[in-house]
């Protein structure tokens, strides 16, 4: 029976007779790595399925002024689409600026009980400002407000902040629109570690290297990302800060460093080495790697861990009961908990940011799936149907799912809501995605 699987965060897992050790397959490949700033030039298709339990319906009219009024109106239109918890009403041809009266009973009429609407409007130092406007229908005034100012370059990430406002404004959730995702991109013999926006799109290179880069981890406040390259040789765990390019080992012990994982507070990171035989867990400092502390102590094998939201204890996989299965453990040792009895194969553990939910990759009639665990009540919901879904990541609102998944004999980035409800996949033309994760919101 095995613990890991092409994409999984632990470096060398051994259970029954099953082994997959990275080391082998990184010496596989010629040394090369650099910082590469431009995009990548692979594009990714998003496809929608299913909807949400509520929907809201809301007309997104095209921003008036500038031509850019209309892209900034699509990108709304998609974020809350994907999200499955809205109805778009049909707003075409719609003539609204920001300065003029909303006839609210017509919109109502049509089935609307937002409309969102804005003016566009460009400086002579050709910077623009956005003004966006979100109005209820029923109560016949304006929700919500706002003015932004930024580049061309910045209308992008304009757009998703108001989709963000619309979402938090009618659902009472903070948006994750203007968020960022890591991943993995295999293209060839060539890994590229990538952050793109929440959508997948605007994707831009971290790092290019011909050696395999795993298991990417967003620091709590989106400025550094912790990842396992094998340049040397070995698998190290680095510390990269996404404003410089800056990067530094911050494991880097005998035997394998893996699997890095962020304290809340962003002081930390738990790894998994195998210093001192078996992979067993570890507390280091993120900045640079001191202050080594053992946290798991077992004769057999402990991995994948992942911070409670508030910072006291880890979850973690482990086969001490004979087969993997999550656990979890307080920072100052003693004897870990098991949490998962559902099925005779649980790894990934990702915790919700409420701390209430736990997601993991669970094995079922021999495919691989993503579950989800309520940890008061134990009730456990299947919420993917692929045979190779792996990688789980909750969004930073707790209402999606990141995931990688096979489909079509290679790996995509997919994404499901917390409900299991709405589905969407983010194809790649080139390459395959593996192991996503989804960043915090932007500070």
């Not at 209309?70 to 075409?92: C, H, M, P, W, Y």
């Amino acid at each position: 029976m095995k613990l890991t699987h092409p994409f999984n965060r632990t470096i060398q897992t051994v259970f029954g007779t099953k082994m997959v050790n990275f080391c082998l397959m990184a010496a596989l490949f010629l040394f090369g790595i650099f910082v590469a700033p431009s995009a990548s030039q692979a594009q990714l298709r998003v496809d929608i399925s299913g909807i949400s339990a509520q929907q809201y319906p809301v007309a997104i009219a095209d921003f008036s002024g500038e031509p850019a009024g209309k892209q900034i109106a699509e990108v709304i239109r998609a974020d809350l689409t994907r999200s499955g918890q809205f109805r778009l009403i049909n707003a075409t041809g719609a003539a609204l600026t920001v300065d003029t009266p909303v006839a609210y009973d017509e919109w109502r009429s049509k089935g609307a009980d937002f409309i969102a609407y804005g003016t566009v409007t460009r400086g002579s130092d050709g910077r623009f400002e956005v003004k966006y406007r979100l109005g209820d229908t029923s109560k016949k005034g304006q929700l919500d407000g706002v003015a932004f100012s930024g580049t061309e370059k910045e209308l992008r990430r304009i757009a998703h902040q108001i989709a963000d406002r619309i979402y938090e404004k009618i659902t009472g959730i903070k948006g994750v629109f203007a968020t960022r995702i890591a991943y993995v991109l295999k293209q060839g013999s060539t890994y590229e570690l990538q952050i793109a926006d929440a959508d997948g799109q605007n994707p831009q290179v971290a790092l290019r290297s011909r050696e395999p880069i795993i298991s990417p981890a967003w620091s709590p406040d989106g400025s550094r990302l912790a990842y396992v390259s094998f340049e040397s040789g070995k698998p190290v765990v680095y510390v990269h800060q996404l404003a410089t390019s800056k990067r530094s080992p911050v494991a880097n012990y005998k035997g394998n460093n893996s699997a890095p994982a962020w304290s809340p507070d962003g002081n930390n990171l738990a790894v998994v080495l195998t210093r001192d035989g078996l992979s067993q867990i570890y507390i280091v400092n993120a900045s640079d790697g001191g202050g080594l502390r053992r946290v798991t102590r077992s004769p057999l094998i402990d991995t994948e861990p992942t911070f409670s939201p508030d910072g006291r204890s880890i979850f973690f996989t482990s086969d001490r009961s004979g087969s993997p299965q999550v656990y979890q453990v307080g920072l100052d040792g003693g004897e870990p908990k098991r949490v998962t009895f559902n099925g005779g194969y649980n790894i990934s553990p990702r915790i919700s940011p409420d701390g209430k939910t736990l997601l993991t990759v669970t094995r079922r009639d021999g495919t691989y799936r993503i579950a989800s665990l309520n940890l008061s009540t134990g009730s456990e919901t299947l919420l993917t149907e692929g045979r190779d879904d792996q990688s789980p990541s909750f969004a930073p609102n707790g209402m999606q799912v990141l995931y990688a998944a096979v489909q079509g004999g290679r790996s995509v980035l997919a994404g499901v809501s917390s409900d299991g409800r709405v589905r969407q996949t983010l194809s790649v033309l080139n390459g395959e995605i593996r192991e996503p994760t989804w960043g915090p919101f932007s500070q």
